[in-house]
Each structure stands twice: as C-alpha cells, then as structure tokens.
C-alpha cells in the first residue's frame, strides 16, 4: 500500500468564501470549493463535457457545471442531475498552518 502523499496547494487566505476556486497540482486540475467552514477538493474538469468546474456555481454543497448545468456533490463527487452520471474524483483536504493540503494518493 502506498504512503498518503499530501500536496500543498494554497494559502489559506486564498481560499474563496463559499465558492470554488481551480488550482494546479502536479499536473492536475483540481477545484478547491467552501462551505462553510468545511473545504472540499474535487477534479475540476466535469466528467460530462470538457469544462471547467471553478467557472461554474456552487450552491451549498452542489457545483453546477457551466456547460451544461449537470450537478455534482462536492462532498462525494456523486452526480446530482443530467446530463452528468458519472462522479467526480475527490481528494481530502487538510488545512495546516497557513497552507491547504491535498491528499492525491
């Protein structure tokens, strides 16, 4: 079994209030999305069509992709309406001092 292998991936005064921002981690389009107080990690490039989810909506715990308004649970990743079916890829996150972390193994 391989090691966690948790990536830096923003300071903590960049992360947006209730809302999704994309960042670049080893290559990966990963959206970074608030709620609340809770930070959640997704890919960001929705499983339906080739689009970018930090550039569509998030409701609560839904993002809605901006291409064709799929919905998905940033918490799980499980789609939430069509067009979408297939889920997102999630990562954990974990905020350690000033700096947010990316499990991507």
């Known amino acids: 079994m391989s090691e966690p292998h948790w990536v830096e991936s923003l300071p903590v005064?960049?992360?947006?209030?209730?809302?999704?921002?994309?960042?670049?981690?080893?290559?990966?389009?990963?959206?970074?999305?608030?709620?609340?107080?809770?930070?959640?990690?997704?890919?960001?490039?929705?499983?339906?069509?080739?689009?970018?989810?930090?550039?569509?909506?998030?409701?609560?715990?839904?993002?809605?992709c901006p291409l064709h308004q799929g919905k998905f649970d940033v918490r799980s990743g499980q789609p939430l309406c069509e067009p979408v079916s297939k889920p997102l890829r999630t990562y954990q996150v974990k905020i350690e001092g000033a700096r947010v972390w990316v499990r991507l193994k």
């Open 13 to 64: 005064e960049q992360l947006p209030k209730d809302d999704i921002t994309g960042v670049s981690i080893e290559g990966r389009e990963i959206a970074i999305c608030t709620v609340g107080e809770a930070v959640y990690a997704t890919d960001n490039l929705c499983t339906h069509g080739n689009a970018r989810l930090c550039d569509g909506f998030l409701d609560g715990h839904e993002v809605e």
